[in-house]
C-alpha cells in the first residue's frame, strides 16, 4: 500500500529559532500541512462533512526524528506516506528531505471520529474515505 504525497516549501524565518535552525515544535506544523494538503488531493478534509455527519481526523499520536538541521530559505521537501490504514485510525509517516537527503522523519496516527454535540467518538473509517485513503 503506501499512499505518497510530496509538496515542496520554503523555510518561514517566523519557523527558525535563534540560531536560523528550524525550531522542533515547526516540525509538527508542517506535517499538518502536508497532511491538509494530502487530504485536499484526495477530496477530502480533515473536517468534513459525510454521510450526514460531521467527521474529524484529531491526533492520537505524534512523533519525530532529527538528523539533521533545516535552515531559513531552505526548499524543504515534505514526503507524506500513508503506512496503514485500520478500522477506525490510519497512520502515516513524514520524509523532511534537503537536497535529497532525510533530514527529519515524523510520525502521526489520526483517528477518524464524528463529532456531535462538541464531544468526538471514534467509527470505524466508512469505506469511501477508507478507499481514497489507500488508493
Not at 536560523?20 to 494530502?38: D, K, L, P, S, T
Not at 532525510?102 to 454535540?117: F, P
Request: charged share 25%; proline share 5%.
Amino acid at each position: 500500500m503506501p499512499t505518497d504525497y510530496t509538496i515542496t516549501r520554503p523555510v518561514q524565518f517566523a519557523e527558525t529559532d535563534m540560531a536560523g535552525i528550524v525550531h522542533f515544535a515547526n516540525y509538527f506544523r508542517m506535517m499538518e500541512e502536508v497532511e491538509h494538503a494530502f487530504f485536499r488531493s484526495i477530496g477530502l478534509s480533515v473536517s468534513m462533512q459525510h454521510d450526514g455527519m460531521h467527521i474529524g481526523w484529531p491526533r492520537v499520536s505524534a512523533a519525530c526524528e532529527y538528523f539533521g538541521p533545516i535552515r531559513f530559505e531552505d526548499d524543504v521537501e515534505l514526503k507524506l506516506r500513508v503506512t496503514k490504514v485500520g478500522e477506525k485510525s490510519f497512520n502515516y509517516e513524514v520524509d523532511f528531505v534537503l537536497a535529497g537527503k532525510r533530514m527529519a522523519l515524523g510520525k502521526i496516527t489520526s483517528v477518524c471520529c464524528v463529532l456531535e454535540k462538541g464531544a468526538m467518538r471514534a467509527i470505524p473509517i466508512p469505506p469511501a474515505l477508507r478507499a481514497k485513503l489507500a488508493a
